[in-house]
């Protein structure tokens, strides 16, 4: 069983090489984090294939790809401080927190929250901050971030908030809905006190960045 992880896990990382992602210390945190963890037992054994999988509620894990792809943008190193928005279930904020010094990551599912803790505990990773939130509202006591992720997608804009709680040369990677329905991964570099230069990446499908905390289920 571990055996078999192994070779799917490896045959993982090698796709994502020919996906473009050449960046060692990504490629190594990922092949360091078991993605099992991080999705229910009946979703085990597609756990290291390229796609995204249900983790309740209506969210989804982030398929390799795109978190590897986010993470090498992201251009991390340990004295950064990181906001996510959209912690999910935990994965793509445990393979952030292994390349920056902190982590605060903002979820609006409070059960999805408390899971996603369990597993950074499990992992022994000691350097993320989770709380329930509105991410949209970005995290105003631990401003500025100087890289900040979102892993759902807004509609036409980054949130004003967190440009504003972004440090000047930070790196904001958020996946935005056109008008046209369509999405793309884009990214802000934040200029000046209130400039920023943007660009867009690829296409993406995230579910989407809904306003407040969701309500009980
Ligand atoms: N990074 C996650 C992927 C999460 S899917 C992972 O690695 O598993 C996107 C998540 O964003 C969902 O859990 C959804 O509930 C959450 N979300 C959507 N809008 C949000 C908001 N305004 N604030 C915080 N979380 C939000």
């Known amino acids: 069983m571990a055996q078999q992880a192994d070779t799917r896990k490896i045959r993982m990382i090698m796709g994502l090489r020919s996906q473009g992602i050449s960046d060692i210390n990504v490629l190594s945190a990922i092949e360091k984090i078991p993605r099992e963890v991080f999705v229910s037992e009946n979703f085990e054994d597609q756990a290291y294939e390229n796609r995204a999988l249900s983790i309740g509620l209506g969210q989804t894990i982030s398929q390799p790809q795109i978190v590897a792809v986010m993470t090498q943008t992201l251009d991390l190193n340990d004295r950064h401080k990181v906001l996510e928005v959209g912690t999910g279930s935990g994965y793509q904020a445990v393979v952030l927190a292994s390349l920056c010094?902190?982590?605060?990551?903002?979820?609006?599912?409070?059960?999805?929250?408390?899971?996603?803790?369990?597993?950074?505990?499990?992992?022994?990773?000691r350097n993320i901050t989770a709380v329930v939130g509105d991410g949209m509202l970005g995290w105003i006591e631990q401003a500025p971030f100087e890289r900040i992720i979102v892993t759902a997608a807004a509609k036409n804009n980054a949130p004003p908030a967190l440009i504003e709680q972004l440090a000047v040369g930070g790196l904001l990677v958020i996946p935005i809905?056109?008008?046209?329905?369509?999405q793309v991964l884009r990214l802000y570099?934040?200029?000046?006190?209130?400039?920023?230069?943007?660009?867009?990446?690829?296409?993406?499908?995230f579910v989407p960045l809904l306003p407040d905390v969701a309500s009980g289920v």
Do not use: C, Q
């Open 177 to 182: 809905e056109r008008s046209s329905g369509d």
């Open 189 to 205: 570099r934040k200029e000046g006190d209130k400039t920023y230069a943007m660009k867009d990446i690829m296409p993406v499908r």
């Open 101 to 125: 010094r902190r982590l605060y990551t903002i979820e609006r599912h409070a059960p999805l929250l408390e899971l996603a803790e369990k597993r950074f505990e499990y992992l022994g990773v």
